[in-house]
């Protein structure tokens, strides 16, 4: 299938994957840029950064193929690498140093692939302690874990540091961690079980992502659509809306989108 689109990839753990379910950030982004961009899931559940790098070859690989590289990627891990030593979900534990300079291995990747990609961090949400102990009890009973795997303390600082690399690499980041901590109730209002997203978790995401995008130039009203809108399309010649088509399957995909890409020599779309 020819691309005529740009790609936004959204690169993540188990809060991406669930990304495109009823309520979800990616589904609200893929409903917001609907046929002007196409929102592309890479979520890996229980993943943290160091096994997220040995995908980045496979999802972002460096050398050139027909496909130009992704316009935009969100970055969205450190909820799983802030899992705590000698608790039940210690082999996701990634130091918090190493943490960050995976973040930044990840994002040299990417700008080794596009230096105009835009490069999202986000930072990993809070956590809801006592939600989390609620959420073991229910499934397992009096078997569930004593101790919570993970502390909203800990997870604080993985945020930070992800904070420090966006701040250091001048890259847009949303911290999640602290937005979600404003609003009075937030342990319940935005996690499902103490981790995981609700709706109106989802759409804190959603509305911080869709301002970063907009700031940097890719607002969703002003990109055009990949091909003429229906009232453009006159019912006894059509063939004129799609004329222009022609002279556009010359230009490279940002000439179409208005956004964006960096393409290796040729990669036109044909």
Same mark, same amino acid.
């Given at each position: ?11 993540? %753990? ?16 893929? %409903? ?48 799983? %690498? ?43 949400? +809070? ?44 890259? +847009? ?19 499902? %079980? ?77």
């Amino acid at each position: 299938m020819v691309q005529v689109r740009p790609q936004f990839v959204l690169f993540g %753990d188990s809060i991406t994957e669930q990304s495109f379910r009823p309520g979800g950030w990616g589904a609200a982004l893929a %409903d917001t840029y609907s046929r002007k961009a196409d929102i592309v899931v890479r979520g890996y559940g229980g993943y943290n950064t160091r096994w997220a790098l040995f995908l980045l070859n496979h999802i972002f690989p460096l050398t050139c193929s027909s496909s130009p590289p992704p316009t935009a990627t969100t970055i969205f891990f450190g909820a799983n %690498d802030a899992a705590l030593l000698g608790r039940t979900s210690e082999r996701q534990h990634v130091p918090v140093e190493e943490y960050k300079e995976n973040l930044r291995k990840i994002v040299h990747h990417l700008k080794e692939l596009s230096q105009s990609m835009l490069v999202v961090l986000i930072t990993p949400p +809070p956590v809801d302690e006592d939600g989390r102990e609620e959420y073991a009890r229910s499934l397992y009973g009096d078997n569930a874990r004593k101790l919570s795997e993970r502390t909203n303390e800990i997870t604080g600082v993985y945020a930070k540091k992800c904070l420090e690399l966006a701040k250091e690499m001048h890259l +847009p980041c949303i911290d999640i961690w602290s937005k979600m901590q404003e609003t009075k109730g937030w342990q319940k209002m935005f996690l499902s %079980d103490g981790l995981h997203l609700t709706s109106e978790g989802n759409a804190v995401v959603y509305e911080e992502l869709v301002q970063v995008f907009r700031d940097a130039g890719l607002c969703a009203e002003e990109m055009d659509y990949d091909f003429p809108h229906h009232s453009k399309i006159n019912g006894d010649h059509p063939e004129a809306a799609f004329h222009q088509l022609r002279s556009l399957r010359s230009l490279p995909i940002f000439a179409l989108s208005g956004s964006p890409s960096s393409l290796c020599d040729g990669d036109f779309i044909a």
